[in-house]
């Protein structure tokens, strides 16, 4: 079966661990389980990060 196509486009990314904490990341349920957590713990509101985006983009488009 397919997986589900993400709601924004993943990027990879690289974190340090541990063989232990690695083993310990995927008994809690692996990249999934992490990024439920990331979304149930943010501290900003959504607009946040889409504030931040479009600022970036502008001031990609400006260097160029």
Request: glycine share 4%; hydrophobic share 30%.
């Amino acid at each position: 079966m397919p997986r589900p196509k993400p709601p924004e486009p993943l990027k990879p990314r690289y974190i340090r661990l541990s063989d232990k904490q690695f083993t310990i990341l995927n008994h809690l349920g692996g990249a999934d389980w992490l990024r439920k957590l990331l979304e149930k713990k943010d501290p900003f509101p959504k607009q946040y990060y889409e504030r931040i985006k479009n600022i970036s983009e502008k001031h990609l488009t400006i260097k160029n």
